[in-house]
């Protein structure tokens, strides 16, 4: 999953595709989203 660096609207098309923006904002930046870079909160 991609997400737009700017808007933060997620990518659906493959990144594979030359030439894609994002739908929203028309940004042609992205980034990855990874699950480790999530803030992780303990309760304990
Ligand atoms: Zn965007």
Redesign the pocket.
Known sequence: MYK?A??Q?PILTSLNTVGIQ?K????KVFYKERPNVKKIVRAR
């Open positions: 737009c700017r808007c609207e994002c929203k904002c028309g940004s």
